[in-house]
């Protein structure tokens, strides 16, 4: 029992948000008793999906020492590009239709990586940039207009199950943009753990004058770092359409803070060389809890930007507090 209490994971971020979630989750159901039901449960993992799916390569970044806030631009361009190439030719093959959007959001991933490499200007200044150019751009050419009516096979994967369970009330079950989602958190898992380049990515977010010294190629680490986040921007603007089954310009830009604020709730460090694929996931769907607590609580839809400006401010005062807590370890440590 002891050795149970002192296990790492009871003193990780992790383990107080998965806290933090449970007896959240409990307040919830007695206020409401549909929350914690399985229909509620699925449609909030299907809901959260393209929030997830966009955590994760914001993930990546934050490790590295960035911050990337255009990738709600590239996930509409890549998403607008997508709908009017299904459209215009008709494309009825739903694989073809998932594969569109991805070189386009790698190919804006790369200009960010490209233009922060070359200027030395921060991230967070490109990345806000980027983001004007690249959604302007597409209004300028689109004029703003909505699309809809896309061919069979794009309306019909949207229903797909990867299993159903029947309650008393009704079938639901898995949908088939959780498993993307879930595919995508262990590819990144297995990124930054196993692979050498996520060991690099972790370096350069830590000491990036330390990594360079080192030899470690500066220049390439972030081409792969802004060219993944535009990889998974790829994958949610598929994602993102289907869940709405329209595509509309003006729909994902401004979901920036939601994002960066659940990678946040997670544990990553906005100074960056820490973060974990797991307490983004927890950080998604603690902050996909909250919203889905407000609206039953049926509080002003203001009232929920209230709400993720005091959760980055609390996530990112109680990371800042956990690596203060670390490096008085680290003293103590070397001291003694």
């Not at 990546?60 to 631009?73: Q, R, Y």
């Not at 590239?74 to 997508?82: D, E, N």
């Not at 689109?142 to 309650?167: E, H, L």
Request: aromatic share 14%.
């Amino acid at each position: 029992m002891k050795n149970l209490l002192n296990s790492k994971f009871f003193r990780r971020h992790e383990f107080y948000i998965l806290l933090i979630i449970i007896v959240l989750s409990l307040i919830l159901t007695i206020i409401n008793p549909t929350f914690l039901t399985l229909d509620n449960i699925f449609d909030l993992l299907r809901n959260n999906a393209f929030l997830g799916i966009l955590a994760l390569g914001e993930l990546v970044v934050l490790i590295s020492g960035g911050i990337d806030v255009s990738f709600t631009a590239i996930t509409t361009v890549a998403q607008y590009i997508m709908g009017i190439i299904i459209t215009s030719y008709y494309v009825n093959n739903i694989f073809l239709t998932f594969l569109i959007p991805i070189p386009i959001g790698v190919v804006l991933g790369l200009i960010n990586a490209v233009l922060i490499y070359i200027t030395k200007v921060h991230p967070v200044i490109i990345t806000i940039a980027t983001l004007n150019i690249f959604y302007g751009l597409l209004i300028f050419f689109t004029g703003g207009r909505w699309m809809y009516s896309f061919p069979p096979s794009f309306t019909d994967f949207a229903y797909i199950k990867v299993f159903q369970v029947t309650t008393p009330y009704s079938t639901t079950g898995l949908s088939v943009f959780t498993l993307f989602w879930i595919i995508l958190a262990v590819m990144t898992w297995f990124i930054l753990k196993y692979l050498p380049i996520g060991r690099k990515i972790y370096a350069i977010g830590g000491n990036l004058e330390a990594a360079r010294r080192v030899g470690f190629n500066i220049f390439r680490i972030q081409l792969f770092v802004y060219g993944y986040m535009g990889f998974l921007s790829g994958i949610a603007a598929f994602v993102h359409a289907q869940l709405g089954q329209i595509i509309q310009p003006n729909a994902i830009v401004g979901q920036e803070l939601d994002v960066i604020a659940a990678v946040i709730l997670g544990g990553a460090s906005i100074s960056g060389g820490t973060g974990s694929v797991l307490g983004t996931i927890l950080g998604v769907l603690l902050f996909a809890i909250i919203k889905n607590g407000l609206i039953l609580m049926k509080l002003p839809s203001y009232w929920h930007q209230v709400v993720v400006g005091l959760i980055i401010a609390i996530a990112a005062s109680f990371a800042t507090y956990q690596s203060k807590l670390r490096w008085k370890r680290m003293v103590k440590i070397d001291v003694e």
